[in-house]
């Protein structure tokens, strides 16, 4: 059991370049969020995923874009990457709901 | 915007002490959870607590919550230098709302 794997750990892209986060859990999970946190700020939710084919926004969606074709695969998109978004992504998922959340190592994403 | 906040930001303590932090939030929950995260890991869940709950115990963890104060607490007894870490406190309001609120977070520090 891989549990949630995040690739790539480590992301360096220039402003304006696209991106994208991939995401995914074997443990068969209907739930599935992406955070990126901040420091001094804790974790803020962009967007999550109660299922395959539903998706919805979090706190701060603007700038990500996300799909859930599959149970098992959530990625994260970065349409036009910004200074701003320089950030370390979490994507986490649990069995239902917003329960017991297992998280993946993160990817740490600079915009120069 | 962030529903839970920590306090203190940062504790220092001695091995074998005990390491208390609270959490306080703004609107109704329907769940409290804590998170451990360690330096440059993801986070991992320590403990839920629903809000017709007023106490939890988990190991060495022990957890409070007070619905009339909109706080928790997580006690940590005879801490070790494994407990040095991050630890947030996350919300949830139910009623379908699928978004877990994450704190600011508390660093604790065990020294040896």
């Known amino acids: 059991n891989a549990g949630v794997t995040q690739t790539p750990k480590f992301q360096v892209l220039k402003t304006g370049q696209s991106m994208t986060l991939q995401c995914a859990q074997d443990m068969n999970h209907e739930y599935m969020s992406w955070y990126r946190q901040d420091p001094g700020m804790g974790l803020r939710l962009i967007h999550y995923s109660v299922g395959a084919g539903i998706t919805d926004q979090g706190e701060v969606p603007n700038g990500y874009n996300v799909s859930r074709s599959t149970t098992e695969d959530f990625p994260l998109r970065l349409l036009s990457a910004a200074p701003s978004q320089t950030s370390v992504y979490f994507c986490?998922?649990?069995?239902?709901?917003?329960?017991?959340?297992?998280f993946g190592e993160g990817s740490r994403l600079t915009v120069l | 915007s962030q529903q839970g906040e920590e306090d203190p930001q940062a504790l220092s303590i001695q091995e074998g002490e005990n390491a208390t932090m609270n959490c306080s939030y703004k609107?109704?929950?329907?769940?409290l959870q804590w998170y451990r995260q360690n330096s440059g890991r993801g986070l991992v869940h320590l403990i839920l607590i629903r809000s017709n709950e007023r106490e939890k115990h988990s190991g060495r963890l022990r957890v409070t919550l007070d619905t009339s104060k909109k706080s928790s607490s997580l006690l940590i007894t005879a801490s070790r230098a494994a407990d040095t870490a991050s630890y947030f406190c996350?919300?949830?309001?139910?009623?379908?709302?699928?978004?877990?609120?994450f704190g600011a977070g508390t660093t604790v520090t065990v020294r040896a």
């Open positions: 996350a919300t949830d309001k139910g009623s379908n709302d699928y978004k877990l609120s």
């Open positions: 609107t109704s929950i329907n769940n």
């Open positions: 986490a998922s649990s069995y239902a709901g917003v329960g017991e959340l297992f």
